[in-house]
């Protein structure tokens, strides 16, 4: 029990000295010490444990109390230094430059090794600049090519190179005097050996300190596209991931080209993540499980993935670092030219090499068994039985709810209505996604049935648990190895060693299974300890281990009368979310109405003290046991994992999770076991198939009846979004769930101190518990909040791709936001208001706006508004004025008649743009389940339940004149003025020109926001007021900068540049702007094949604006993310969000934007 | 464990005889059969409806784990 104590603590200080790394980084210079730290602590732990051994457990010895200090203190030290190494690429020191005034010396301390570019930092103050030049050699790694333009791979595997030794002598390096201590410079060439300097121009006295650049593949990646391609020779490390459109592999590179026709660099590090186009030559050998193992030769464009676009967004670049992926490739193959990636067969070898012999077996196994499920289930099912049975998940991307293709399937003859939504978004929203991310309850279903196929065939357990645990193994490497299945498989190995040779439970497993898995899995990348894979699934056992039996046990106190008012107010209060969310969120509301369930609670208590009782046998203890334990395992989870983990990592809460489990949970482990041994049996030849067909038969029935659980429960069920958590408030909220499963010692200790103090009083206690609840709450009033922010007013102008969004904070606390974004419905995954916009305001605690304006009815402009009505509390909707009369229920020619005659404006658009706007209005006549504005404003009427709740909502038109939203204070005037439409009509593009123009005013700064004016509407508002009223420092380019000024798809460049002169300039003279801000993005997914054109437009616009504003004072959303604007009412500030990346140590520091080569 | 054993005799038990019902019962499925004893289950309607999932994955499996040069 000893080891087991030391074991367990050992791993939870390995994890506590992960968390000090992230919460206290030291510079990684420090490491080595810490690593020779930790190593001699352990060592001597480990010599002691011997020693302890040796001398018996009955002869306790003094020095024995050293061995927990020493093992915390190695396993702290060892944490520590396992994140901070995983997560730092350190360069090495291998010199220094010094200059004094009687020497000039290069003193190299440890010699460079393969080929190594150099990087100084400046360690002193110089009195002049200092300009000198390296001087080395370089033995140069060239390629070795058969006449296909192939590298050479020799019998063993090896990448062949020829050698050429060449002297080097770097261009003129210059560090200026005034340049700040600590400034870093890049030697451009790459050495092998440094013999010398040569001097061209000294100060007094200098310093600097040399380092060699890691060759890690990290340091040679580059954030935007358009770089010249470089060529990366490595090898397939991990099963192709193949979707329908693509395939994505993960390859390890050897070594790189860099540049084009530069050396090779030995790669030290990190992985690259490929992802490959269909119509590449060749492409089917990548898109099999056979690829896995094979070296490659790809060249293309090495980029990094994007960090947040968005304040509080995704983090792909963190996210992918965190599993060793540093680069992205997307080889591109132009026409008549060879492909750019190619298998590489080494020389005398048939075949490209294969990987390891176990992963290989395992995934040749799964592909096996995929083949007999293609044969014996139809799609969509056998895409599902795929994913939860070999976790291949992937292939359900795209799928959709069989039969929602079909008008009048069954959906719409119980009044649901047909939904678009795929089958994995519907698993989100029901929350029973969790079935496709393969776990411990996979691994434990397997777990058992072996076990039982086992037991059935009646071999001892001493004999069978090897095999069950390398089937174990094999699964884990079949569904991807992901730390929850690692997870699970480890600590159902111990469970299994435990249980078949020390005759131990299932407890005491547990107790040494999850600290002891999370160890291994952190020490083999401590990255992943934020990570939600990991995180949800130790959480999900933790909760189950922890919380269930407490929750089980207060469960079981509910009989009779207060068993039946607990189900009828958890019904109740189940319906009112489904009817009406808000409600649940609304204090005034929430409050009463459990303060309401309580006293009734308190009623049929007394009734029941009184004699008036249901049946002692109705209560939660009279469930069968498996049930009653079921349900409480379910609560545990939601309280200890979906709650809180939900909410900070996806914003969302499934509310329908807590329900659709209760079946989905007994349901997967029918269609798991069934898949499982269907697959197994069925690779017995002649009859295996047959079994498999009989099996997957009744398999399908269990498969449907799951896609349909989640189907149902999807639509029936809101999925709300949620306030993010701060880490602080997740702290607390453990504290008190601790609080709650250790309940028992607790008020024990409580009731000791308070009898100790002579605390006599009956309440003393209960007192006592109250104020340490309180003091446990301190560190949420005195930590800081999220977002700390200067006084005035804020303006966020959100990433969303080809479209607008704008969100202004004014000095008084209203928040406006103008414009929604779009939302591309085919892939359904593209609303910006989904992904973007209701995720920040998630994150930034915004539960309500007090205005949306929506400028014009363009999707690119209004398609999300929809969205944001039905999940945000909304004050006011201002609309353009041409919108002011769309009603329910309007033909697609009458919806078209609000922008003028409909034959006119059905001539002037193309049909396919008025259609999808008219959808996003009115609603789509075959998607009854999709969003649309009007019907939206139809359920934000003045009834009962909208004004409790806040989502009363009133709805105005407005123009020219109009001013929105305004007040004073501490002097400084903030409001919103309407400049447009002209009410003069447009003979050309109405629709954009009719829409609104608006200028944001708080004190002397003004930001004018033209919407998606055309040149005309541009032109007219230039010139329709003076130029005082017009005057704004910052201008948001008018039509996404995209205008085109003809009517053919590829205007003449002197088109476009005479329109932005003659019908734009005007605009920003008259303005007297500063500052533009673009806001782009691809827009081929809005505007179909007019998006080049577009590009190309954009890409003129923004020359303009640049020639005549300074490129710095032109920023734009598609290279600077979101664009952060704060006035104080005399100047405007500007931040972006690539630049918050960077200071955070992101891409785009000196040294990588240097480009390196001979 | 005893009880998981009985659990799992159950349901194949319960899965066997319903996998027969559906078998007789549904059409695709019976067109499946049909096809696997013949030998051409590549022309059956489940099989023709996975062609897109999953497509390098074939009967041939030779074809599936060939690489070309």
Same mark, same amino acid.
């Given at each position: 029990?000893?080891?087991?104590?030391?074991?367990?603590?050992?791993?939870?200080?390995?994890?506590?000295?992960?968390?000090?790394?992230?919460?206290?980084?030291?510079?990684?210079?420090?490491?080595?010490?810490?690593?020779?730290?930790?190593?001699?602590?352990?060592?001597?732990?480990?010599?002691?444990?011997?020693?302890?051994?040796?001398?018996?457990?009955?002869?306790?010895?003094?020095?024995?109390?050293?061995?927990?200090?020493?093992?915390?203190?190695?396993?702290?030290?060892?944490?520590?230094?396992?994140?901070?190494?995983?997560?730092?690429?350190?360069?090495?020191?291998?010199?220094?430059?010094?200059?004094?005034?009687?020497?000039?010396?290069?003193?190299?301390?440890?010699?460079?090794?393969?080929?190594?570019?150099?990087?100084?930092?400046?360690?002193?103050?110089?009195?002049?600049?200092?300009?000198?030049?390296?001087?080395?050699?370089?033995?140069?790694?060239?390629?070795?090519?058969?006449?296909?333009?192939?590298?050479?791979?020799?019998?063993?595997?090896?990448?062949?190179?020829?050698?050429?030794?060449?002297?080097?002598?770097?261009?003129?390096?210059?560090?200026?005097?005034?340049?700040?201590?600590?400034?870093?410079?890049?030697?451009?060439?790459?050495?092998?050996?440094?013999?010398?300097?040569?001097?061209?121009?000294?100060?007094?006295?200098?310093?600097?300190?040399?380092?060699?650049?890691?060759?890690?593949?990290?340091?040679?990646?580059?954030?935007?596209?358009?770089?010249?391609?470089?060529?990366?020779?490595?090898?397939?490390?991990?099963?192709?991931?193949?979707?329908? *459109?693509?395939?994505?592999?993960?390859?390890?590179?050897?070594?790189?080209?860099?540049?084009?026709?530069?050396?090779?660099?030995?790669?030290?590090?990190?992985?690259?993540?490929?992802?490959?186009?269909?119509?590449?030559?060749?492409?089917?050998?990548?898109?099999?499980?056979?690829? *896995?193992?094979?070296?490659?030769?790809?060249?293309?464009?090495?980029?990094?993935?994007?960090?947040?676009?968005?304040?509080?967004?995704?983090?792909?670049?963190?996210?992918?670092?965190?599993?060793?992926?540093?680069?992205?490739?997307?080889?591109?193959?132009?026409?008549?030219?060879?492909?750019?990636?190619?298998?590489?067969?080494?020389?005398?070898?048939?075949?490209?090499?294969?990987?390891?012999?176990?992963?290989?077996?395992?995934?040749?196994?799964?592909?096996?068994?995929?083949?007999?499920?293609?044969?014996?289930?139809?799609?969509?099912?056998?895409?599902?039985?795929?994913?939860?049975?070999?976790?291949?998940?992937?292939?359900?991307?795209?799928?959709?709810?069989?039969?929602?293709?079909?008008?009048?399937?069954?959906?719409?003859?119980?009044?649901?209505?047909?939904?678009?939504?795929?089958?994995?978004?519907?698993?989100?929203?029901?929350?029973?996604?969790?079935?496709?991310?393969?776990?411990?309850?996979?691994?434990?279903?397997?777990?058992?049935?072996?076990?039982?196929?086992?037991?059935?065939?009646?071999?001892?357990?001493?004999?069978?648990?090897?095999?069950?645990?390398?089937?174990?193994?094999?699964?884990?490497?079949?569904?991807?190895?992901?730390?929850?299945?690692?997870?699970?498989?480890?600590?159902?190995?111990?469970?299994?060693?435990?249980?078949?040779?020390?005759?131990?439970?299932?407890?005491?497993?547990?107790?040494?299974?999850?600290?002891?898995?999370?160890?291994?899995?952190?020490?083999?990348?401590?990255?992943?300890?934020?990570?939600?894979?990991?995180?949800?699934?130790?959480?999900?056992?933790?909760?189950?281990?922890?919380?269930?039996?407490?929750?089980?046990?207060?469960?079981?106190?509910?009989?009779?009368?207060?068993?039946?008012?607990?189900?009828?107010?958890?019904?109740?209060?189940?319906?009112?979310?489904?009817?009406?969310?808000?409600?649940?969120?609304?204090?005034?509301?929430?409050?009463?109405?459990?303060?309401?369930?309580?006293?009734?609670?308190?009623?049929?208590?007394?009734?029941?003290?009184?004699?008036?009782?249901?049946?002692?046998?109705?209560?939660?203890?009279?469930?069968?046991?498996?049930?009653?334990?079921?349900?409480?395992?379910?609560?545990?989870?939601?309280?200890?994992?979906?709650?809180?983990?939900?909410?900070?990592?996806?914003?969302?809460?499934?509310?329908?999770?807590?329900?659709?489990?209760?079946?989905?949970?007994?349901?997967?482990?029918?269609?798991?076991?069934?898949?499982?041994?269907?697959?197994?049996?069925?690779?017995?030849?002649?009859?295996?198939?047959?079994?498999?067909?009989?099996?997957?038969?009744?398999?399908?029935?269990?498969?449907?009846?799951?896609?349909?659980?989640?189907?149902?429960?999807?639509?029936?069920?809101?999925?709300?979004?949620?306030?993010?958590?701060?880490?602080?408030?997740?702290?607390?909220?453990?504290?008190?769930?601790?609080?709650?499963?250790?309940?028992?010692?607790?008020?024990?200790?409580?009731?000791?101190?308070?009898?100790?103090?002579?605390?006599?009083?009956?309440?003393?206690?209960?007192?006592?518990?109250?104020?340490?609840?309180?003091?446990?709450?301190?560190?949420?009033?005195?930590?800081?909040?999220?977002?700390?922010?200067?006084?005035?007013?804020?303006?966020?102008?959100?990433?969303?791709?080809?479209?607008?969004?704008?969100?202004?904070?004014?000095?008084?606390?209203?928040?406006?936001?103008?414009?929604?974004?779009?939302?591309?419905?085919?892939?359904?995954?593209?609303?910006?208001?989904?992904?973007?916009?209701?995720?920040?305001?998630?994150?930034?605690?915004?539960?309500?706006?007090?205005?949306?304006?929506?400028?014009?009815?363009?999707?690119?402009?209004?398609?999300?508004?929809?969205?944001?009505?039905?999940?945000?509390?909304?004050?006011?909707?201002?609309?353009?004025?041409?919108?002011?009369?769309?009603?329910?229920?309007?033909?697609?020619?009458?919806?078209?008649?609000?922008?003028?005659?409909?034959?006119?404006?059905?001539?002037?658009?193309?049909?396919?743009?008025?259609?999808?706007?008219?959808?996003?209005?009115?609603?789509?006549?075959?998607?009854?389940?999709?969003?649309?504005?009007?019907?939206?404003?139809?359920?934000?009427?003045?009834?009962?339940?909208?004004?409790?709740?806040?989502?009363?909502?009133?709805?105005?038109?407005?123009?020219?004149?109009?001013?929105?939203?305004?007040?004073?204070?501490?002097?400084?005037?903030?409001?919103?003025?309407?400049?447009?439409?002209?009410?003069?009509?447009?003979?050309?593009?109405?629709?954009?020109?009719?829409?609104?123009?608006?200028?944001?005013?708080?004190?002397?700064?003004?930001?004018?926001?033209?919407?998606?004016?055309?040149?005309?509407?541009?032109?007219?508002?230039?010139?329709?007021?003076? @130029?005082?009223?017009?005057?704004?420092?910052?201008?948001?380019?008018?039509?996404?900068?995209?205008?085109?000024?003809?009517?053919?798809?590829?205007?003449?460049?002197?088109?476009?540049?005479?329109?932005?002169?003659?019908?734009?300039?005007?605009?920003?003279?008259?303005?007297?702007? @500063?500052?533009?801000?673009?806001?782009?993005?691809?827009?081929?997914?809005?505007?179909?094949?007019?998006?080049?054109?577009?590009?190309?437009?954009?890409?003129?616009?923004?020359?303009?604006?640049?020639?005549?504003?300074?490129?710095?004072?032109?920023?734009?959303?598609?290279?600077?993310?979101?664009?952060?604007?704060?006035?104080?009412?005399?100047?405007?500030?500007?931040?972006?969000?690539?630049?918050?990346?960077?200071?955070?140590?992101?891409?785009?520091?000196?040294?990588?934007?240097?480009?390196?080569?001979? | %464990?005893?009880?998981?054993?009985?659990?799992?005799?159950?349901?194949?038990?319960?899965?066997?005889?319903?996998?027969?019902?559906?078998?007789?019962?549904?059409?695709?499925?019976?067109?499946?059969?049909?096809?696997?004893?013949?030998?051409?289950?590549?022309?059956?309607?489940?099989?023709?409806?996975?062609?897109?999932?999953?497509?390098?994955?074939?009967?041939?499996?030779?074809? %599936?784990?060939?690489?070309?040069?």
């Amino acid at each position: 029990m000893k080891w087991q104590s030391k074991i367990i603590g050992g791993s939870y200080l390995y994890i506590s000295g992960i968390v000090v790394a992230m919460l206290l980084p030291l510079d990684p210079a420090w490491l080595p010490l810490l690593r020779i730290s930790a190593g001699l602590a352990l060592g001597a732990t480990a010599c002691l444990l011997a020693w302890a051994m040796w001398q018996g457990a009955e002869r306790p010895q003094p020095w024995m109390q050293w061995i927990w200090p020493l093992l915390a203190l190695g396993a702290v030290l060892l944490g520590y230094t396992r994140y901070t190494s995983a997560n730092t690429v350190p360069d090495m020191v291998v010199g220094e430059i010094r200059i004094t005034a009687d020497a000039r010396e290069w003193r190299q301390t440890v010699p460079l090794t393969d080929t190594s570019r150099l990087r100084l930092v400046k360690e002193v103050e110089m009195d002049r600049d200092l300009q000198f030049r390296v001087v080395g050699e370089l033995d140069a790694r060239l390629a070795v090519q058969d006449d296909d333009g192939r590298h050479l791979m020799d019998a063993d595997g090896r990448w062949k190179f020829r050698k050429a030794r060449m002297p080097i002598t770097s261009e003129v390096v210059t560090l200026s005097a005034d340049d700040p201590v600590g400034t870093e410079y890049a030697v451009v060439q790459p050495f092998s050996r440094v013999t010398g300097i040569e001097w061209l121009e000294t100060p007094t006295t200098a310093a600097l300190r040399v380092y060699r650049m890691s060759n890690h593949i990290g340091s040679f990646v580059r954030p935007m596209r358009g770089q010249s391609p470089v060529t990366v020779l490595g090898r397939i490390t991990s099963d192709p991931r193949v979707y329908d *459109y693509q395939t994505v592999l993960m390859v390890t590179p050897a070594f790189i080209q860099f540049p084009a026709n530069g050396p090779f660099y030995k790669v030290e590090g990190g992985d690259i993540q490929v992802t490959l186009n269909p119509r590449m030559e060749g492409y089917s050998q990548f898109a099999q499980t056979s690829a *896995y193992g094979a070296d490659v030769q790809i060249r293309g464009e090495l980029t990094v993935a994007r960090a947040e676009s968005n304040p509080g967004g995704f983090n792909a670049r963190q996210f992918m670092q965190n599993y060793n992926i540093y680069g992205l490739m997307r080889p591109f193959q132009p026409r008549g030219e060879p492909p750019p990636m190619t298998m590489i067969i080494p020389e005398g070898s048939e075949s490209v090499r294969a990987g390891h012999p176990l992963v290989s077996f395992s995934l040749g196994l799964r592909d096996r068994i995929l083949l007999l499920f293609k044969s014996t289930m139809p799609y969509p099912q056998s895409a599902f039985l795929g994913g939860v049975t070999l976790g291949l998940r992937y292939g359900l991307q795209g799928a959709q709810f069989p039969g929602e293709h079909d008008r009048g399937a069954w959906a719409s003859r119980v009044g649901l209505g047909p939904s678009e939504a795929q089958i994995v978004a519907d698993f989100r929203y029901s929350g029973v996604n969790h079935v496709l991310a393969v776990s411990g309850l996979h691994v434990t279903i397997l777990t058992v049935m072996f076990v039982a196929i086992f037991s059935l065939l009646k071999f001892p357990k001493q004999v069978f648990v090897p095999f069950v645990i390398f089937a174990l193994v094999v699964f884990a490497i079949i569904t991807g190895a992901r730390p929850s299945t690692l997870r699970a498989v480890i600590m159902n190995s111990l469970f299994l060693m435990t249980w078949g040779y020390l005759d131990k439970g299932l407890l005491s497993s547990v107790l040494i299974g999850v600290p002891v898995a999370a160890f291994l899995i952190l020490l083999h990348n401590p990255l992943v300890v934020v990570d939600p894979s990991f995180t949800l699934s130790f959480g999900a056992i933790l909760s189950l281990a922890l919380i269930t039996m407490p929750t089980h046990e207060i469960l079981s106190t509910l009989r009779s009368n207060r068993f039946l008012v607990v189900l009828i107010f958890v019904g109740a209060t189940t319906a009112i979310g489904i009817v009406h969310w808000a409600l649940i969120t609304t204090p005034l509301f929430i409050f009463p109405w459990l303060a309401f369930a309580v006293v009734v609670f308190q009623v049929a208590k007394r009734l029941e003290q009184q004699g008036w009782k249901l049946s002692d046998r109705f209560a939660f203890s009279g469930l069968p046991e498996g049930v009653s334990t079921f349900v409480a395992a379910q609560v545990a989870i939601q309280v200890g994992m979906m709650i809180p983990l939900s909410a900070y990592y996806f914003v969302r809460w499934p509310f329908a999770g807590a329900y659709a489990n209760l079946i989905a949970i007994p349901l997967i482990g029918v269609v798991v076991q069934l898949g499982a041994i269907g697959g197994l049996l069925g690779l017995i030849p002649i009859v295996g198939p047959y079994i498999t067909l009989l099996l997957n038969a009744a398999n399908w029935i269990f498969a449907s009846f799951f896609l349909w659980l989640a189907h149902v429960a999807s639509l029936i069920f809101p999925y709300p979004f949620a306030r993010r958590p701060r880490v602080i408030e997740i702290v607390v909220y453990y504290l008190f769930i601790a609080a709650f499963i250790w309940h028992k010692p607790l008020w024990k200790w409580i009731k000791g101190v308070c009898a100790k103090r002579q605390w006599n009083a009956p309440s003393a206690p209960a007192m006592f518990a109250v104020a340490l609840a309180a003091i446990a709450t301190v560190p949420l009033w005195v930590t800081p909040p999220r977002d700390t922010r200067p006084d005035g007013m804020h303006m966020t102008f959100f990433e969303v791709g080809y479209g607008s969004a704008i969100l202004v904070e004014s000095p008084g606390g209203q928040r406006i936001l103008i414009d929604t974004g779009f939302v591309e419905h085919e892939r359904g995954r593209r609303n910006q208001a989904e992904r973007t916009i209701l995720p920040y305001f998630s994150h930034a605690a915004i539960r309500r706006l007090d205005g949306l304006i929506v400028t014009s009815p363009l999707p690119e402009r209004a398609a999300g508004a929809a969205t944001l009505l039905e999940h945000m509390r909304i004050n006011t909707l201002v609309l353009p004025p041409m919108m002011a009369g769309v009603e329910p229920g309007m033909t697609f020619d009458e919806f078209i008649g609000l922008f003028g005659p409909a034959s006119h404006v059905a001539a002037a658009y193309p049909i396919e743009r008025l259609e999808g706007m008219y959808h996003e209005w009115l609603g789509h006549p075959r998607w009854s389940q999709r969003a649309a504005l009007v019907p939206a404003m139809q359920t934000r009427g003045p009834h009962l339940a909208n004004r409790l709740s806040g989502r009363h909502m009133v709805t105005r038109a407005v123009g020219p004149s109009d001013v929105l939203f305004e007040e004073m204070v501490e002097d400084v005037p903030f409001r919103i003025e309407v400049l447009s439409p002209d009410p003069r009509p447009f003979t050309q593009h109405v629709i954009e020109n009719h829409g609104l123009a608006l200028r944001v005013v708080h004190g002397d700064v003004a930001v004018l926001i033209p919407g998606h004016l055309h040149y005309e509407g541009q032109y007219r508002l230039a010139h329709a007021w003076h @130029e005082d009223q017009l005057r704004a420092q910052v201008l948001v380019v008018p039509h996404l900068g995209s205008a085109n000024p003809t009517r053919q798809d590829r205007p003449a460049r002197s088109h476009i540049e005479r329109a932005l002169n003659q019908y734009s300039a005007p605009l920003m003279d008259r303005a007297q702007t @500063e500052w533009a801000i673009f806001q782009f993005g691809e827009p081929r997914g809005v505007l179909g094949e007019a998006g080049p054109t577009a590009r190309n437009i954009a890409d003129l616009t923004r020359q303009f604006y640049r020639a005549r504003l300074g490129t710095d004072r032109v920023l734009s959303t598609d290279q600077d993310l979101a664009i952060m604007l704060h006035s104080d009412g005399r100047s405007v500030h500007m931040d972006t969000q690539s630049q918050r990346n960077r200071a955070r140590g992101g891409e785009d520091d000196a040294v990588s934007d240097l480009s390196i080569g001979l | %464990m005893e009880r998981g054993v009985k659990l799992l005799t159950r349901i194949m038990a319960v899965a066997l005889l319903m996998g027969a019902a559906v078998i007789l019962l549904h059409p695709d499925y019976r067109d499946t059969f049909r096809a696997m004893w013949w030998g051409d289950i590549e022309d059956s309607a489940i099989w023709m409806s996975n062609r897109g999932y999953y497509s390098e994955v074939v009967h041939d499996m030779e074809a %599936m784990y060939e690489v070309a040069e």
